[in-house]
């Protein structure tokens, strides 16, 4: 039972080159979030989607994009990245209905110089 | 937009102490959800509150859901040294934005062997 399975594990690059920050869940769940943690910052959200097919902006979508690929997967992409976006990124996902209980992935640090 | 206030940020204690953190909010909360982050990992559930007053407990862990339903507390009783990490509140409104969760921004807490 896998949960979140988020990849890379850790990834360095250089200001202004792009990548994907991939997120799969096995759990049959609805909605799937990206957040970033930062020092003293606790968890910011960055996009959501409810469900498949839908995308929302969360507190702080600048910079990013994002692919509900399918009910699984919810990739997370800096297109031009900069060092402001050096920070551990976190996928969750939760079922529908009253639980609520978010499930999150083992996180990404990405470092951008 | 909503905020969590979470304290105290960090806290010092001796193996054996009991710990007590809380968080209070401006607005009210359907849920609340205590996580635990350990270096290197994503947050984890410990416990999940969904009605005013409920208290809840999962081992050494006691959580209640407040009156008033703008705060919630986490206690964890006789602390030992594997309690060390980063402990979350996260709030949940169903009248708010797009079913987010809204983090606190966490109480790092180090017990001393």
């Known amino acids: 039972n896998a949960g979140v399975t988020q990849t890379p594990k850790f990834q360095v690059l250089k200001t202004g080159q792009s990548m994907t920050l991939q997120c799969a869940q096995d759990m049959n769940h609805n909605s799937m979030y990206w957040y970033r943690q930062d020092p003293g910052m606790g968890l910011r959200l960055i996009y959501y989607?409810?469900?498949?097919?839908?995308?929302d902006k969360g507190e702080v979508p600048n910079g990013y994009n994002v692919s509900r690929l399918n009910k699984r997967e919810f990739s997370l992409r800096l297109e031009s990245a900069a060092p402001s976006q050096t920070s551990v990124y976190f996928c969750a996902s939760r079922p529908r209905g009253g639980a609520l209980k978010a499930f999150f992935g083992q996180g990404t640090r990405l470092t951008v110089v | 937009g909503q905020q969590l206030n979470q304290s105290p940020q960090s806290m010092f204690i001796q193996e054996g102490e009991d710990v007590s953190m809380n968080c209070t909010s401006s607005s009210i909360f359907n849920t609340w959800l205590w996580y635990k982050q350990e270096p290197g990992e994503g947050p984890v559930l410990l416990i999940a509150l969904y009605k005013a007053g409920e208290l809840t407990s999962n081992g050494r862990l006691t959580a209640q859901f407040g009156i008033t339903r703008k705060d919630s507390f986490l206690n964890i009783s006789a602390s030992i040294p594997s309690d060390v990490g980063i402990y979350f509140c996260?709030?949940?409104?169903?009248?708010?934005?797009?079913?987010?969760?809204?983090f606190g921004k966490g109480t790092k807490l180090s017990v001393k062997p």
């Open positions: 989607s409810a469900s498949e097919g839908t995308t």
């Open positions: 996260a709030g949940h409104n169903y009248g708010g934005s797009q079913g987010n969760l809204i």
